[in-house]
């Protein structure tokens, strides 16, 4: 495991732990995760899956998205939700980051 891989999976320890202790009663109408904010930028966060930098994260696919990842808990169907790598901010359901896991 790469440091930085060991890194990605440790904030999705992270935020998995995060999403257990706030349950279902995180709220759905918080603010949206700023892409030029320094965790975002960090986490390469776009809120358009479209518009991710393909040279610097070559293991994105547009199939993935916000909606279809294990730590999104939006409402299905909404246009933004609950993250629990973004505490108390909602992502886009089109966004993504590179913590991101595909649902099962
Ligand atoms: S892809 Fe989206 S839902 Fe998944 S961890 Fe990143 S911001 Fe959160």
Not at 56 to 63: I, L, M, S
Not at 68 to 81: E, H, P, Q, V
């Amino acid at each position: 495991m790469t440091i930085s891989n060991r890194r990605v999976f440790m904030l999705q320890v992270a935020a998995a732990s995060a999403v257990l202790a706030a349950g279902a009663a995180q709220a759905q109408g918080a603010p949206m995760v700023n892409e030029k904010d320094p965790q975002p930028m960090a986490m390469g966060y776009a809120a358009d899956t479209t518009k991710v930098d393909a040279k610097k994260f070559p293991k994105h696919a547009a199939t993935q998205k916000c909606s279809n990842c294990t730590l999104y808990t939006g409402a299905a169907g909404s246009a933004a939700g609950p993250c629990g790598i973004f505490p108390g901010k909602s992502v886009a359901a089109n966004g993504w980051c590179s913590a991101y896991v595909k649902k099962a």
